[in-house]
């Protein structure tokens, strides 16, 4: 026995709820933007995912206010660069404090009390004390025609890992138990880290 929907005749939210509680866990782009007339800004954004390692690209999907981008991809059109930041367990609540519909020109860093760090290979804030950060040039824009999300495909041109996180041996996977990384589930739900299994993949 199924429920079945067609994402077609649903209404918005509906859509949302499925897609948002059926994709999951989601990892959480922090984005450190950068504008010249609006100051810095920090804001989480969950439609992120890793695309490419070669070259590296990762992508994020941006909404839309009722009459403008909201100010992260405002920022990133006018910059063309931004930084992600690694959300851990530790930042939780201020990853939080920073999805505030903050008025303009509001810096989430001092909203949230957290320090920020400038990047070094691209004009751009991140979290000082983010467990790793990529820094990111706008690879591509991808219009999602009538979604009201706009599709950054962002290439990264530096990475950034906190030196006492341990690497798996004789390789630089970043050991995920003292990452402490932080999924996003639905509405205002978390997954925190738990068990971790391995399997060999058959040949
Ligand atoms: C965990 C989390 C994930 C989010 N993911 C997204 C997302 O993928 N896309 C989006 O448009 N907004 C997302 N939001 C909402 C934005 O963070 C929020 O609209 C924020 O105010 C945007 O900030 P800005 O206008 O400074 O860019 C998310 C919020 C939270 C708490």
Known sequence: MWDEYLPDELDARTRYQLLTSLVVPRPIGWLGTRSRERGDNLAPFSYFAAVSASPMLVSVSIGHRVDRPKDSLANIRETGVFTV???????????????????????????????????????????????????????REVDLGDAPNTLVLGRVVGVRVRATLGRLPGTEFVDTEELRPVGRLWGPAYMMPGDIVTRERPD
């Open 85 to 139: 930041n690694v959300v851990d367990v530790e930042h939780l609540d201020a990853m939080n404090t920073t999805s505030a519909r903050a008025p303009h020109g509001v810096d989430e860093f001092e909203l949230a009390g957290l320090e920020k760090a400038e990047a070094t290979r691209i004009d751009a804030p991140y979290v000082a004390d983010a467990p790793a950060m990529f820094e990111c040039r706008l690879e």
